[in-house]
C-alpha cells in the first residue's frame, strides 16, 4: 500500500510562486511515474505535469509550460510541483497521484491552491 500526502498549497496573489509537494510512503515505493493533477469547481481533473521516476523525464501540460516544473527527488520519495507565475485560473484543488503500473494508481488527499487577482 501506498500512501501519498501533500503540502505546500494555499494562497498567493496573481504572479506570485507556490511549491507543492507530495511525500510517499510504503514498504518498496518504485512507482513508473509521478503527476500532479488539478480539478477546478465544475471542471474535469486535468493533468498538469508528470515525471518518469526512473528516467526523469517529464511532461508539462500547455496551460501551465514555462510556468511550472515538476522535480522528483527518489531517496525521499517525493515529487515537487514548483509554480511561478500564477494565474487566478490556476486556483484548483491539485492532487499527486503515482503510477505503479498500468492498472495500479495511487492518489493523494489533494490540496487547495487559490490565485488572487
Known amino acids: 500500500q501506498v500512501q501519498l500526502v501533500e503540502s505546500g498549497g494555499g494562497l498567493a496573489q496573481a504572479g506570485g510562486s507556490l511549491r507543492l509537494s507530495c511525500a510517499a510512503s510504503?514498504?518498496?515505493?518504485?512507482?513508473?511515474?509521478m503527476g500532479w493533477f488539478r480539478q477546478a469547481p465544475g471542471k474535469e481533473r486535468e493533468l498538469v505535469a508528470r515525471i518518469n521516476w526512473s528516467t526523469s523525464s517529464t511532461y508539462t501540460a500547455d496551460s501551465v509550460k514555462g510556468r511550472f516544473t515538476i522535480s522528483r527527488d527518489n531517496a525521499k520519495n517525493t515529487v515537487y510541483l514548483q509554480m511561478n507565475s500564477l494565474k487566478p485560473e490556476d486556483t484548483a484543488v491539485y492532487y499527486c497521484?503515482?503510477?505503479?503500473?498500468?492498472?495500479?494508481?495511487?492518489w493523494g488527499q489533494g490540496t487547495q491552491v487559490t490565485v488572487s487577482s
Open positions: 497521484a503515482a503510477t505503479m503500473t498500468r492498472t495500479t494508481m495511487y
Open positions: 510504503g514498504r518498496t515505493f518504485s512507482p513508473y511515474s
